[in-house]
Structures are given as structure tokens and as C-alpha cells.
């Protein structure tokens, strides 16, 4: 017999983690579902439909034939399609180029080699803010990194406690990163430029600051702090074009830095980690066609989501909007029968939606400062109607009225 003991083998940290699970885990697919749980963008990807389809030229040009070839693996002109579109002078006269940047496998990849880059497992921390995105404290897990955690200001702010932050920062030991999401996710409100502008200026730490735009399209105009690396050495900033480009499905992101950081993480990535698909259709969305549809489908969410702050309200039984309006979801208070924000009301609408209107949304009561909160992502108008229909009856049955 084996000796073999996975409990006594595997890293302890690691045995730890619970299998990555979404709300999609808790129902059954017949494909007529609205999903509004994982802040997709409902109008698609900006990719030609006969691409789709095989029919016609134009688009992207895919060589399906060189595929036995290994991708490239410095994705200049990639990274330089990246940098034109973030290069705005809002916040300096400088441009970026391709060495300020690292690509990897979505946001997630960066958020895990910054970890492993400056992070010593089982002595140094990071710092971050909830409620925030999830995956920060599963990666600090993975690579055995302490976390602290310093929550944002209650709703409906959700600002950085920057006092708090400081202090943390001088007093705790061995806090290497401290990543902040802006617009965050669940809360959707944009971190204030002078206030992450306070914790870089912080005189004595040592340290990385990160902040993830994930859903920096969906934010006022010059919004985006990447061309900021520039003028601060220990800035990174994320994004992806999982949300607003509508390419979850090819897993590209982005992660802004100064020239040194940014080899650091080009040397720690794996060589090809970036396929030559991706990189084809990541290199025609950030081109001009590509660029147009984006921005249009983009402002059709827009244009939802002010449906939905204007209608939501009108529902008996939604409370208010605890966070903000610069992403592509929405946070809202669900109200018992005394009008209280409750995690047992929205977890049972939320359940209700789901498994009885064909309407996918997330629950995050649990997070930090989100009691009775369900977070519904901004579909299209088809969707959105169909959501607030289902929402208005399922608070109906819920609250017995």
C-alpha cells in the first residue's frame, strides 16, 4: 500500500482553499437564462459576426495554420495598441510605451506575479480594502502571504479610510502591496485620484501600490490612472479586456508600470502565455473598428444602467444604491418587511431569481458593509426589462405581499 497522505503532502496553506465557485454553480442552464452575475458585457465582443460565422474577410486575421508555431512572446505591438489607448495626458505630459507594460492571462495573472515578485511566503503581507475582489486574498493564500485588511469608508462612499491606511502602513510590519479596485468591485464607486495619491506619498513604506481597473471604461472620461506610472516608480495599474472590450472568453489583461517593475514581471511570466489568438483578437478590438464598437456598446450599458438607478428605486422592496455608478453592475439593498436592508431577503430573492425567473444576479451580503446586498450586472435592454420585471415579482413573493 502507498504511504502517499495528501493531507501531510500538499502545502497546508493550499489544502485550505475552497474550488473557485460563481453563481452559476447554483442552477441549471437550459440557455434562456439572463446572466447579470459576472459583470459581462451583454452586447458581445467587438469581433465581426461573420468571423463567427466563417463567412467574409474582414476582422481579425486569425492564422489557424500557424498554430504549431509558439506565439510570440514580448507582444510589442499588442502592448503598444494598449499604451495608445491609455496615453491621455490627464495626468502627465509623458507617454507610455511598451515597456511599461506586462500582459498576461487576465488580471489574475498579474495580481499572482506581483505577489510572487516582491513577496517573501510566510513573512511579508499585503494590505487590502473591503469589500473588494475576491481573488487578492485567494492569491495571497496560494503564495502563503499574509493579509491585512484596512475596509473602505461605509457606503455610500466606499473611499479609501486613507488615516487608516497610513497608520497601517507605518505601523504593521512586512506589508509589501496594498491593491485597491477602482471602480471597485462589488461597490462600483471610483477611489478618489488624491487619495491614492496620499497612500504613494506615504514617506517611510517600502512598498508596491496597485490599483485595479477592471472596469475603468465604464468610469467618467480620463478616469484611468495607467499613463500615472510614469511619475510614481512603485505604481501598477491593472486592467482587462474582460469587461468593456467583451472578450472575457480570451482572458487578456494588462498591468501598467514603471519600466523596472515591469521587467521584473516580464521575467517572472511564463514565456508564452499569451496564445497567438488572443493576441489577434486583443490587437483588432484595441484597433479603430474594434474601438468604435466598444465604445458603442458602451454607451448602450450606460445608458441601461441609468435605467436601472432610475427604476430599481420604483420597486417596493429595493433599498438603496450602496455603492456607485462607474462600472457596468449596480449594488442595491434588498428590505425585509420593516425596511431594513436583510441577507435573508436577498439571499432568498436571489435564490428566487434564479431558480424560478431564469434571472442570474450575485449575492454579497457577506462582504464587507453589504448587508441585503445583491449586485445585478447591466445587461441589454431586453435583459434589463425582463430583470426588473422578475426582481419586482420575486420581492413580491418573498415579503409575502
Given at each position: 500500500m502507498s504511504p502517499f497522505n495528501l493531507e501531510t503532502c500538499a502545502r497546508p496553506n493550499i489544502l485550505a482553499l475552497e474550488p473557485y465557485r460563481c453563481a452559476r454553480d447554483d442552477y441549471k442552464d437550459d440557455g434562456t437564462n439572463i446572466l447579470l452575475d459576472a459583470n459581462e458585457n451583454a452586447y458581445g465582443p467587438p469581433v465581426p459576426q461573420n468571423l463567427a460565422t466563417g463567412s467574409g474577410s474582414s476582422g481579425p486575421e486569425l492564422d489557424l495554420l500557424g498554430l504549431h508555431r509558439y506565439p510570440d512572446p514580448h507582444q510589442r505591438d499588442l502592448k503598444q495598441l494598449l499604451c495608445s489607448l491609455r496615453t491621455t495626458h490627464a495626468h502627465t505630459s509623458k507617454l507610455?510605451?511598451?515597456?511599461?507594460?506586462?500582459?498576461?492571462?487576465?488580471?489574475?495573472?498579474?495580481?499572482?506575479?506581483?505577489?510572487?515578485?516582491?513577496?517573501?511566503?510566510?513573512?511579508?503581507?499585503?494590505?487590502?480594502?473591503?469589500?473588494?475582489?475576491?481573488?487578492?486574498?485567494?492569491?495571497?493564500?496560494?503564495?502563503?502571504?499574509?493579509?491585512?485588511?484596512?475596509?473602505?469608508?461605509?457606503?455610500?462612499?466606499?473611499?479609501?479610510?486613507?488615516?487608516?491606511?497610513?497608520?497601517?502602513?507605518?505601523?504593521?510590519?512586512?506589508?509589501?502591496?496594498?491593491?485597491?479596485?477602482?471602480?471597485?468591485?462589488?461597490?462600483?464607486?471610483?477611489?478618489?485620484?488624491?487619495?491614492?495619491?496620499?497612500?504613494?506619498?506615504?514617506?517611510?513604506?517600502?512598498?508596491?501600490?496597485?490599483?485595479?481597473?477592471?472596469?475603468?471604461?465604464?468610469?467618467?472620461?480620463?478616469?484611468?490612472?495607467?499613463?500615472?506610472?510614469?511619475?510614481?516608480?512603485?505604481?501598477?495599474?491593472?486592467?482587462?479586456?474582460?469587461?468593456?472590450?467583451?472578450?472575457?472568453?480570451?482572458?487578456?489583461?494588462?498591468?501598467?508600470?514603471?519600466?523596472?517593475?515591469?521587467?521584473?514581471?516580464?521575467s517572472l511570466k511564463a514565456p508564452y502565455n499569451i496564445s497567438s489568438p488572443t493576441s489577434a483578437l486583443a490587437s483588432y478590438a484595441l484597433g479603430p473598428d474594434g474601438l468604435k464598437v466598444m465604445r458603442a456598446n458602451k454607451e448602450r450599458l450606460i445608458k441601461q444602467r441609468e435605467r436601472l438607478v432610475a427604476e430599481l428605486p420604483q420597486i417596493p422592496g429595493v433599498g438603496k444604491l450602496a455603492g456607485g455608478e462607474s462600472s457596468n453592475f449596480l449594488l442595491y439593498e434588498m428590505l425585509d418587511k420593516e425596511g431594513k436592508p436583510s441577507n435573508e431577503t436577498a439571499l432568498k430573492v436571489y435564490q428566487k431569481l434564479a431558480e424560478t425567473k431564469g434571472v442570474v444576479v450575485r449575492f454579497r451580503g457577506k462582504e464587507h458593509g453589504c448587508e441585503g446586498c445583491l449586485r445585478i450586472t447591466v445587461g441589454t435592454e431586453e435583459e434589463v426589462t425582463r430583470c426588473l420585471g422578475a426582481l419586482r415579482e420575486a420581492l413580491k413573493e418573498v415579503r409575502g405581499e
Open positions: 507610455l510605451t511598451p515597456e511599461n507594460l506586462c500582459v498576461g492571462v487576465g488580471s489574475d495573472e498579474a495580481i499572482d506575479a506581483l505577489l510572487r515578485c516582491f513577496c517573501v511566503p510566510g513573512r511579508d503581507r499585503i494590505l487590502v480594502c473591503p469589500p473588494t475582489y475576491g481573488m487578492y486574498s485567494v492569491s495571497a493564500q496560494v503564495n502563503d502571504v499574509g493579509l491585512v485588511k484596512v475596509p473602505l469608508l461605509p457606503a455610500p462612499s466606499f473611499a479609501i479610510d486613507v488615516p487608516r491606511v497610513l497608520e497601517t502602513l507605518s505601523t504593521e510590519p512586512n506589508i509589501k502591496i496594498i491593491y485597491l479596485c477602482s471602480p471597485g468591485n462589488p461597490t462600483g464607486s471610483l477611489l478618489a485620484k488624491e487619495d491614492i495619491q496620499k497612500v504613494l506619498e506615504h514617506p517611510t513604506w517600502n512598498g508596491v501600490v496597485v490599483v485595479d481597473e477592471a472596469y475603468i471604461d465604464f468610469a467618467p472620461e480620463s478616469a484611468s490612472l495607467a499613463e500615472w506610472v510614469n511619475e510614481w516608480p512603485n505604481l501598477v495599474v491593472m486592467q482587462t479586456l474582460s469587461k468593456a472590450f467583451g472578450l472575457a472568453g480570451i482572458r487578456l489583461g494588462a498591468a501598467f508600470t514603471s519600466p523596472p517593475i515591469a521587467r521584473l514581471l516580464n
